[in-house]
Nanobody, 115 residues
């Protein structure tokens, strides 16, 4: 059974960097053909795909967020990471990590942006 778990600070100050970790169990993040995504949902709004890292390490980003988003991974720990820089209160959301092709999602991590 594939499981994803988000972790990271629940509160980030404006202008700082938001960093989240997704720990994957039950499958390797290097499994051929899969990509591992970050998606967010601001309060009262729809889901927004932010970016992904593929099994071979290739990265893909939402053009609207590309300048502020970095997705990386640690294959030894079977984890992948999200960094979102220069956050504002509008970046507050529930952040999910997911394998969209396989239909696997984490439970989500609430992040608030406030001083």
């Amino acid at each position: 059974q594939v499981r994803l778990q988000e972790s990271g600070p629940g509160l980030v100050k404006p202008s700082q960097m938001l960093s989240l970790t997704c720990t994957v169990s039950g499958d390797s993040i290097t499994t051929n053909g899969f990509a591992w995504s970050w998606i967010r949902q601001p309060p009262g709004k729809g889901m927004e795909w932010m970016g992904a890292i593929a099994y071979d390490g290739s990265t893909y980003y939402n053009p609207s967020l590309k300048s502020r988003t970095v997705v990386t991974r640690d294959t030894a720990k079977n984890q992948f990471f999200l960094q979102l820089s220069s956050v504002t209160p509008e970046d507050a959301a529930v952040f999910y990590c997911a394998n969209l092709k396989g239909g696997y999602w984490g439970r989500g991590a609430q992040v608030t942006v406030s001083s």
